[in-house]
């Protein structure tokens, strides 16, 4: 089975960065991806990595370390419309198992 | 390009009842899954169909039953409803060419469904 850990909450002002460490325990791995879901919306595909390191994509970038079973979403210039429940997920073989998310807050 | 539509949007329904959910795939993907979201938590996988068989399935009871039709659209049927069974009901679809799983997954806005 999978299991994936996350904080639960982030608080942060405008602005700001903001970094959500996902850990993750899982009997197949190919790949950590990210989703971004503003409540009462859909969940919306944010990156992907299959490989160890930094992808870059605008003001978010995420980061994976397979030897270390962990990735992270890095948040830049944080703006209002960031303020949602963000999901880290691995895909083992053909299905995708999510995190429990962490909810941003951004303050003005 | 049309994306993913689900509905109903809202549905109450009895304890011991059944329901379908319906889900229209985005165009030119040929897989759909299914996931429940309770409040607060993250999208559980319930199953995944591909080329109109499933193909894979998580820790749901037999009661979550699924099709998909030869235009990749999709249902999900629960029977004996449960209170537990009060969630938001997402479907996504994808693009899976040869073995590889790993295009990334478009929601729908998903069925939130109420059991009383």
């Known amino acids: 089975g999978q299991s994936l850990e996350q904080p639960s909450e982030v608080t942060a002002v405008e602005g700001a960065i903001v970094q959500i460490n996902c850990t993750y325990q899982?009997?197949?791995?190919?790949?950590l991806s990210w989703y971004q879901q503003h409540d009462g919306g859909a969940p919306t595909f944010l990156s992907y990595?299959?490989?160890?390191g930094l992808e870059e994509t605008g003001r978010f970038s995420s980061f994976l370390s397979r030897s270390d079973s962990y990735g992270y979403l890095l948040l830049q210039e944080l703006q209002m419309k960031d303020s949602a429940s963000y999901f880290c997920a691995v895909r083992d073989d053909y299905k995708l198992s999510f995190g429990a998310g962490t909810t941003v807050t951004v303050r003005a | 390009e049309t994306g993913v539509t689900q509905s109903p949007t809202h549905l109450i329904k009895t304890r011991g009842q059944q329901v379908t959910l319906r889900c229209s795939s985005q165009?030119?993907?040929?897989?759909v899954s299914w996931y429940q979201q309770a409040l607060g938590q993250g999208p559980q996988f319930i199953f995944q169909y591909y080329r109109e068989e499933e193909n894979g399935r998580g820790n749901f009871p037999p009661r979550f039953s699924g099709l998909q039709f030869p235009n990749y659209s999709s249902e999900l049927n629960v029977n004996a409803l449960e209170l537990d069974d009060s969630a938001l009901y997402l479907c996504?679809?994808?693009?899976?060419?040869?073995?590889?799983?790993?295009?990334?997954?478009?929601f729908g806005n998903g069925t939130r469904l109420t059991v009383t």
């Open positions: 996504a679809s994808s693009l899976v060419a040869g073995s590889s799983y790993n295009s990334p997954l478009h």
């Open positions: 990595n299959a490989l160890d």
């Open positions: 899982t009997s197949g791995f190919y790949g």
């Open positions: 165009s030119g993907h040929n897989t």
